[in-house]
């Protein structure tokens, strides 16, 4: 009986038919198909319209794409096991080996060496006496280090404070702004420039407040006048 190349037009309507029951029939590759191994299984998905060229759906087993093909890619034949590949003859056993005897080892009795001739005794070394221990610098007479630090509050108010190693010598201490400037101006250009800043923006914010304070107390007298006072 002559081996079908593909799918027969019967073989179409039947699978159509168990489609259209529900049931998704398998179907294998044929030596014609692109990229399959011939005898490799694929589960039918649908067919699409109209029926020309790789019309067939299918899901190749052991994988999630779906891909067409033709009916002369596909049959309804499954191919026949595959045989397994004959087992090879067990290895002959390998001749017994010869025991080798073994002969213990006997030792021979060990020459005891001569006893060594006395050496003259040494004349006594006399011993220097140790040095005493230099002794360490007492770091009771270094000077701590001190460290300054003006803090800022905002709208002129200024304090210090002063560190003597990590001990707080002085706690925050309010300073005139007058005398952090004098201080500063004694001191490298920049801090004076950047303490002459802050000042400056202490000296308007304090500006306006002022102008403020004028227009309410004008407001105010007004009022008062109004009042006829």
Avoid: C
Avoid at 76 to 98: G, I, V
């Amino acid at each position: 009986m002559a081996k079908k190349s593909g799918l027969s037009a019967e073989d179409v309507d039947s699978l159509r038919s168990q489609l259209d029951g529900g049931t998704q029939p398998l179907v294998w590759f044929t030596a014609a198909a692109v990229g399959m191994e011939a005898g490799r299984s694929a589960k039918l998905l649908a067919f699409t319209d109209p029926e020309e060229g790789d019309f067939i759906q299918v899901r190749p087993t052991g994988s999630k794409d779906e891909m067409s093909f033709s009916p002369a890619e596909l049959t309804l034949e499954k191919p026949p096991p595959r045989k397994k590949p004959a087992t090879p003859p067990p290895a002959p056993p390998e001749p017994p080996r010869e025991t080798e005897i073994i002969h213990p080892y006997v030792p021979e009795a060990p020459v005891k060496p001569a006893a060594p001739k006395p050496k003259p005794a040494a004349a006594p070394v006399e011993q220097a006496a140790p040095k005493p221990a230099a002794r360490k610098p007492s770091s009771k007479g270094a000077t701590p280090e001190v460290t300054v630090t003006l803090v800022t509050a905002g709208e002129g108010e200024w304090t210090v404070e002063v560190l003597q190693g990590t001990r707080k010598a002085i706690r925050p201490t309010p300073v005139s702004p007058a005398a952090v400037a004098q201080a500063a101006k004694l001191l490298t250009p920049e801090v004076a420039e950047i303490v002459e800043g802050v000042l400056n923006a202490a000296r308007a914010q304090q500006l306006a407040r002022v102008e403020q304070l004028r227009a309410e107390l004008e407001a105010a007298q007004k009022a008062l006048d109004d009042l006829g006072a």
